[in-house]
């Protein structure tokens, strides 16, 4: 308005070519401040525009393409940034999908080393060739016989996967049993191992039998009662038999530990033994003569003890057995010696523990005191129990353990109180059986080697061997 007031007086005609000449000018205004867009590269400052400036916007100048090569720099930098971010996630899945590897201790279940259940094969070896009628030959190239196989895929996965749990646990108990350790520590450590990596489940996974740890003269059964203050000494000869299972396909494997180098060739006989078992073992192999060569084999063996030779003896009433679902003995023996009229044959797609035992005594056992191993009666008959406690003891059997062993520890941690009248009671009914520990003579040492073997209808597999033995 003050502007307005300070012009000088004009005329009509003036006014009219005056007002004829804004609009225009101000429609240049209007196109410049179009093509001239606020920005610091050009000279505007604070959002104004120099309104004295008429000219032309100079060819170098072009904000409009400018603005276009920032978007395709933006571009070039998005582009970039999903190229980074895909890489990440490609990364991300090899990471996902790379297999995990075992912890020190042991804590990752087997099931979760092997995510797609392809389990470790044990060791392949072929069935025995025999110079009689007997057809235990060229079984490999037999389609019939791989088809077979192919329906019991299920069952050799399951004792796959509890081999491989048997060889986790072991190798890493091999790692730290010394000489100081009472025997309940060793067995407790073992078994929480155990039902880590086989990811105990009720009947469903877990274990087979309590540990075995007997000492010295004492070859099979022995596993520490709750408050045994028995200690692991340096001179002691210690056989660890443990089993594990899944859905009732069970794995029986056991090795002698023996810290003092004099009972090396103790030990070698036995291993020796239990090796010439597997190789005779096999689809229509005859249990009496393989019992024949396993006694060659563990005789053929000294072992010189404090200035005394002693032949190595097979145990004479121990053998090995076959294997049935949640049945640890399921009715045929495996003989470690010649003789009797033992002609029964082994048979396609059976499953055998071939376990060999070695003494520098008798050679014969005998039952000891304190019974700790104890087994439902598979084929026990039915009992009208009347005490009350029997029969919540029963219960708690049949809910825990159905026919695989059991200790007294494993009842106490089911929850079992004051059980030991209960127990006497269903041993005296029939309805479980005691295994009391099984002793040589006092002075001698014993040992054992035991692997599971499935007669699978093309070759035999040693599904429990490994780099240890």
């Known amino acids: 308005m003050t502007e307005m007031e300070e012009q000088p007086d004009l005329k009509p005609t003036d006014l009219a070519e005056d007002c004829d000449e804004r609009p225009s000018t101000a429609a240049k205004k209007k196109k410049n401040k179009k093509k001239k867009k606020p920005n610091a590269e050009n000279g505007v400052a604070n959002g104004e525009m120099d309104e004295?400036?008429?000219?032309?916007?100079?060819?170098?100048?072009?904000?409009?393409?400018?603005?276009?090569?920032?978007?395709?720099?933006?571009?070039?930098?998005?582009?970039?940034?999903?190229?980074?971010?895909?890489k990440k996630k490609r990364n991300n899945k090899k990471k996902k999908g790379a297999k995990k590897t075992q912890t020190d201790p042991p804590s990752i279940p087997i099931c979760d080393l092997f995510p797609d259940q392809t389990y470790p094969e044990g060791e392949i070896l072929n069935h025995p060739v025999f110079t009689d009628n007997r057809t235990a030959r060229d079984r490999v190239s037999k389609e019939e016989l791989k088809s077979r196989e192919?329906?019991?895929?299920?069952?050799?996965?399951?004792?796959r996967r509890a081999a491989e749990c048997h060889r986790q646990t072991r190798q890493w108990v091999q790692s730290w049993i010394k000489p100081g350790m009472t025997m309940i520590e060793i067995c407790e450590k073992l078994e929480?191992?155990?039902?880590?990596?086989?990811?105990?489940?009720?009947?469903?996974?877990?274990?087979?039998?309590?540990?075995?740890?007997?000492?010295?003269?004492?070859?099979?059964?022995?596993?520490?009662?709750?408050?045994?203050?028995?200690?692991?000494?340096?001179e002691d000869v210690c056989k660890i038999d443990f089993g594990v299972h899944v859905n009732g396909?069970?794995?029986?494997?056991?090795?002698?530990?023996?810290?003092?180098?004099?009972?090396?060739?103790?030990?070698?006989?036995?291993?020796?033994?239990?090796?010439?078992?597997i190789r005779e073992a096999g689809i229509d192999a005859r249990l009496g003569e393989i019992g024949a060569a396993i006694q060659e084999t563990m005789e053929s063996h000294e072992v010189?003890?404090?200035?005394?030779?002693?032949?190595?003896?097979?145990?004479?009433?121990?053998?090995?057995?076959?294997?049935?679902?949640?049945?640890?003995?399921?009715?045929?023996?495996?003989?470690?010696?010649?003789?009797?009229?033992?002609?029964?044959?082994m048979e396609e797609n059976e499953i055998y523990a071939i376990e060999t035992f070695g003494s520098t005594g008798k050679g014969w056992v005998h039952d000891d005191d304190d019974c700790s191993h104890y087994m439902k009666n598979f084929d026990a008959p039915?009992?009208?129990?009347?005490?009350?406690?029997?029969?919540?003891?029963?219960?708690?059997?049949?809910?825990?353990?159905?026919?695989?062993?059991?200790?007294?520890?494993?009842?106490?941690?089911?929850?079992?109180?004051?059980?030991?009248?209960?127990?006497?009671?269903?041993?005296?009914?029939?309805?479980?059986?005691?295994?009391?520990?099984?002793?040589?003579?006092?002075?001698?040492y014993t040992a054992q080697y035991e692997h599971t073997i499935m007669l699978r209808p093309t070759c035999k597999e040693v599904v429990s061997r490994g780099t240890d033995y």
């Open 382 to 444: 039915f009992k009208n129990l009347r005490v009350q406690k029997t029969k919540q003891l029963i219960s708690t059997i049949n809910k825990s353990f159905g026919t695989l062993a059991f200790c007294k520890r494993w009842l106490e941690r089911a929850g079992a109180e004051r059980y030991q009248l209960s127990l006497r009671q269903l041993c005296d009914e029939g309805l479980v059986d005691p295994y009391p520990p099984l002793s040589d003579i006092k002075g001698c």
């Open 52 to 86: 004295a400036s008429t000219e032309p916007v100079a060819s170098d100048e072009k904000p409009v393409m400018n603005g276009t090569e920032a978007v395709a720099d933006g571009d070039e930098n998005e582009e970039s940034a999903t190229g980074d971010a895909k």
């Open 249 to 277: 396909h069970i794995i029986d494997c056991a090795w002698t530990v023996a810290f003092d180098p004099k009972y090396d060739e103790l030990l070698n006989a036995v291993r020796a033994a239990t090796n010439t078992g």
């Open 304 to 345: 010189e003890l404090d200035g005394n030779m002693y032949t190595v003896h097979p145990i004479r009433n121990l053998n090995g057995h076959s294997i049935g679902p949640y049945r640890i003995h399921a009715g045929k023996t495996v003989p470690i010696v010649k003789g009797g009229e033992n002609s029964e044959v």
């Open 150 to 159: 192919a329906s019991h895929e299920d069952m050799y996965k399951d004792f």
């Open 192 to 234: 929480q191992s155990n039902r880590t990596l086989i990811q105990e489940s009720g009947l469903s996974a877990g274990l087979a039998f309590p540990t075995g740890c007997s000492l010295n003269h004492c070859a099979a059964h022995y596993t520490p009662n709750p408050g045994d203050p028995t200690v692991l000494k340096y």
